[in-house]
């Protein structure tokens, strides 16, 4: 284990009760110097009922308070009184693949950007399961937006990070503080980019190092010979996306409009994937508008 993993701790958080979280808890404790569990199930995770004590391996129950930025907060909490040495997290979503976080901890050049006060956070590349596609990123002035390409190699400044997998230095989050509850899941990670871009510091990704990553159930589609890909939510996260999206985009106008017509391009692209892939289309493009609309008229998220 490199110095800057015996220095790292991951958030591991849980919810579906399908899911193992155990296996994956001894892989990460082989990667990093501490590990916390977050239940975030309503009612328990079965599979925590029995578990045993692990070393270095610390287990948070947390009910869905907050959703997963609740589950970030209290693990962040419990972290500055179980391991203050810690100076660097990396949290991680229970429907990722953690395997590349050995070479990607030991990468030269990862480590000079988490030696950097100026980084707020690195990331390996995201392949969705079960499109195969490689995650869009986006490079943000106040006035333009730029797409990276899906594929590159070695490190670019990009806009935004997906939660899982993204190592942020611990003074970058001690400085942009909790993440915003009132979100609960979706783009807890980009309303934390904003803060983070906003307060001059980077976000970087790794092209050289991918990992595999579930986001809802996505379907790949073509639209004017585009490949593309719909998300497969429910009809209620997709009242989560609307909401949030558009309340973003409004608090942004003025500050990023850049940012704002990237959100209004994102809900147009959910509605196209709902439309040309997905089923039940009627509930969820209803359930995308409502909550579209609570987002532009709500002064805050509860």
């Known amino acids: 284990m490199s110095p800057v993993a015996r220095t790292t701790a991951a958030v591991l958080v849980v919810f579906h009760p399908e899911s193992q979280p155990a296996p994956m808890a001894d892989r990460l404790s082989a990667s990093v110097g501490h590990v916390v569990l977050v239940d975030n199930s309503p009612h328990g995770h079965p599979a925590l009922a029995m578990l045993p004590a692990r070393a270095h391996v610390h287990v948070l129950r947390n009910a869905n308070r907050g959703g997963l930025a609740g589950a970030y907060n209290r693990a962040r909490e419990a972290l500055a009184q179980l391991a203050p040495d810690v100076t660097q997290l990396v949290f991680v979503d229970e429907d990722s693949d953690t395997e590349v976080l050995d070479r990607f901890l030991a990468d030269p050049e990862v480590q000079a950007r988490l030696a950097d006060p100026r980084t707020a956070a690195v990331a390996p590349a995201y392949c969705d399961r079960a499109t195969g596609l490689r995650g869009k990123h986006m490079l943000l002035s106040r006035w333009r937006w730029h797409g990276l390409p899906r ?139 409502r909550g579209a609309f609570t987002g532009l008229l709500s002064r805050r998220l509860a």
């Open 151 to 289: 594929r590159f190699e070695g490190l670019r400044p990009v806009s935004f990070l997906i939660n899982s997998m993204s190592v942020w230095r611990r003074a970058a989050l001690d400085q942009l503080g909790p993440c915003d509850e009132g979100l609960r899941i979706d783009h807890v990670d980009t309303e934390y980019c904003l803060r983070a871009r906003r307060a001059g510091l980077s976000l970087w990704l790794h092209g050289s190092h991918e990992f595999r990553h579930a986001i809802g159930e996505r379907r790949r589609f073509r639209l004017l010979g585009v490949e593309m890909q719909a998300g497969g939510h429910p009809p209620a996260r997709r009242y989560l996306i609307g909401r949030n999206t558009a309340w973003l985009a409004r608090r942004s106008l003025w500050r990023e409009p850049a940012f704002t017509a990237l959100c209004i391009a994102r809900l147009a692209y959910e509605a196209v994937g709902i439309v040309m892939a997905e089923p039940d289309r009627g509930p969820k493009l209803r359930s995308l508008l």
